[in-house]
C-alpha cells in the first residue's frame, strides 16, 4: 500500500466547504491502495464555527495529524489560515516524512500559500508533490483590475506565488479543467513532466444516510402547503450576481406564473458567520421579491443540516456564473437529495452535462457574460416546462449509471489513476 501525506489546514469539525475535498478522498483512498496522513490545523486555530457532526463522517482509524498555527492578531493583519500554520505545517510535515515512508504529497487549495509547502518539502526530501485546485488562484473577479486595491494586491501576489509553488509539481488537479488549464498556460514547463486531470466533487450518498441517522430536522424554514419550495445552498459567486439578477427580473415580470413559489437561500451572506450579512436581499427588494418570492438565510449552516435542509424542499434551485469552468458542488449533493434540479449554468460548466446525462433536472444554460441576457427571457418558460417536470419526476428515474460516474469513490478513482502515472513516472525519472 502507497500513502500519501494530505496537506490542508482545514479539516472537520471546520465547516468551511473545502473540507469535503480531503474529507471524500481519505475516505475511499484506501480501496484504491492508498493510506491516507491528514496533515492539518488545531481547530482552536480556526475562526468558523465548528460542526461538530462533520466529525462523524470521518473514517475509523483514519490517522490525522493537527498543529498549531499563530492567532489572528487584534487588527487581523495576517487572517489566512495557511500563512498563520506554515511554519508549524512544513515542520510536522517534515517529521512524518523522516517516521513513515510517504510516497506522495498532495495539497488541495485554497488556502493558496498551502501549496509552497509542496515544492519546498520536494527541495528537501525529494518526494513529489500534486496541488488540486478547489478555487483557481490567479484569475479576474471584481475589483482586481483597480490598481493597489486589496484585489489588485492580492492578484499581483498570486501572479508571483503560484510559479514558484508548482515549479517542481508531478501533478495538477482541479475540479474542472478550467481551474488548472490556466496553470500550464501561464507555466508552459510543466506540461514537459506535470502529469495532470480534472476530478469534479463527488457526491457521497452516505452523508445522506447519516442525516437520517442522527434524526436531524429542517429549521430554517416550514413547507407551506400549495408552494413548491425551492433551496439553493451555498455561497454566492462574485459572477453570478448577473445571472441571478436577470433570474429576479423574470419573476418580477411573471407574478402570477411564480405566486406560489418560493426560494430559500441558505448560507450566501458575507461572511460565514454574520446572520445578518444579506447578499441576495437587496437584490430581491429591488425587485419587490423580498419575502414575498424570496427568502435569504445569510450565515452558514453545518453542512448536515444543509442536507436535511434540501431533502425538506420540493427541488433544488442550482445557480451557475458567468465562468464556464464553475461547476457548483452542489449539484452532487441535490441528485442524492433525491429532489429534481432546476439549474442555470455557463454551457460548458460540466454540472449542465451532469444533470441533463442523469436526466435529474432541468437546464437554462448561457453562453457567459455575452448571453446573460437572455436568461430573463428563458427562465419563466423553462419554469414552465420544470413544473411539470417536477410533478412526474420520480427518484427512480435518474439515470444513476450516468451519475455514478461522480459519485465520491469514483471521483477518488480517478484521482488514484493521476497519482500512480506521476508516483511512476517520477520513478522512471
Not at 475562526?47 to 487584534?74: M, Q
Not at 446573460?372 to 428515474?397: D, G, H, L, N, T
Request: net charge positive.
Amino acid at each position: 500500500m502507497r500513502t500519501i501525506l494530505i496537506i490542508y489546514p482545514h479539516f472537520p469539525p471546520s465547516n468551511l466547504a473545502g473540507v469535503h475535498r480531503p474529507r471524500l478522498f481519505a475516505q475511499h483512498l484506501p480501496e484504491f491502495g492508498w493510506e491516507p496522513i491528514i496533515l492539518t490545523v488545531k481547530e482552536k486555530f480556526y475562526e468558523e464555527k465548528l460542526d461538530e457532526n462533520l466529525v462523524k463522517l470521518l473514517p475509523a482509524g483514519l490517522h490525522i495529524e493537527k498543529v498549531n498555527a499563530r492567532p489572528v492578531s487584534s487588527v487581523r493583519m495576517i487572517g489566512d489560515i495557511g500563512l498563520r500554520a506554515f511554519s508549524f505545517l512544513y515542520t510536522r510535515a517534515l517529521e512524518i516524512i523522516q517516521s513513515r515512508k510517504i510516497d506522495f504529497i498532495y495539497i488541495p487549495v485554497p488556502s493558496f500559500y498551502v501549496a509552497l509547502l509542496g515544492n519546498r518539502l520536494y527541495k528537501k526530501t525529494k518526494i513529489p508533490y500534486g496541488i488540486d485546485y478547489i478555487d483557481p488562484w490567479v484569475h479576474s473577479f471584481p475589483g482586481s483590475n483597480k490598481i493597489f486595491s486589496r484585489h489588485w494586491v492580492a492578484t499581483q501576489i498570486a501572479k508571483w506565488l503560484e510559479p514558484i509553488a508548482v515549479r517542481n509539481a508531478s501533478l495538477i488537479t482541479g475540479v474542472a479543467e478550467g481551474y488548472y488549464l490556466p496553470v500550464l498556460e501561464r507555466n508552459p514547463k510543466l506540461r514537459t513532466h506535470v502529469v495532470y486531470g480534472a476530478m469534479p466533487y463527488g457526491g457521497e450518498e452516505a452523508d445522506h444516510i447519516k442525516v437520517k441517522e442522527l434524526g436531524l430536522k429542517p429549521y430554517l424554514f416550514q413547507h407551506q402547503p400549495g408552494k413548491i419550495t425551492f433551496v439553493y445552498a451555498g455561497a454566492m459567486l462574485p459572477k453570478a450576481y448577473k445571472p441571478l439578477e436577470e433570474i429576479f427580473i423574470s419573476i418580477q415580470h411573471h407574478p402570477d406564473l411564480f405566486k406560489d413559489v418560493v426560494f430559500h437561500f441558505i448560507g450566501t451572506g458575507k461572511s460565514p458567520n454574520d446572520p445578518e450579512g444579506f447578499n441576495i436581499k437587496p437584490l430581491a427588494e429591488k425587485y419587490g421579491l423580498w419575502h414575498k418570492n424570496i427568502f435569504e438565510y445569510p450565515a452558514r449552516i453545518p453542512y448536515l443540516d444543509v442536507l436535511v435542509h434540501l431533502e425538506a424542499a420540493d427541488a433544488i434551485f442550482i445557480l451557475g456564473s458567468t465562468e464556464p469552468h464553475y461547476t457548483p458542488s452542489k449539484t452532487y449533493q441535490g441528485v442524492l437529495s433525491k429532489k429534481p434540479l432546476f439549474a442555470v449554468l455557463h454551457k460548458k460548466s460540466t454540472a449542465a452535462a451532469i444533470i441533463t446525462a442523469s436526466n435529474a433536472g432541468r437546464v437554462i444554460s448561457f453562453e457567459g457574460e455575452k448571453e446573460v441576457s437572455i436568461i430573463s427571457k428563458k427562465f419563466a418558460e423553462e419554469f414552465k416546462a420544470f413544473k411539470a417536470f417536477q410533478e412526474a419526476f420520480s427518484p427512480e428515474a435518474v439515470n444513476q449509471a450516468a451519475f455514478k460516474a461522480y459519485s465520491a469513490k469514483n471521483v477518488t478513482g480517478k484521482l488514484v489513476a493521476l497519482l500512480n502515472k506521476a508516483v511512476n513516472k517520477n520513478i522512471q525519472e
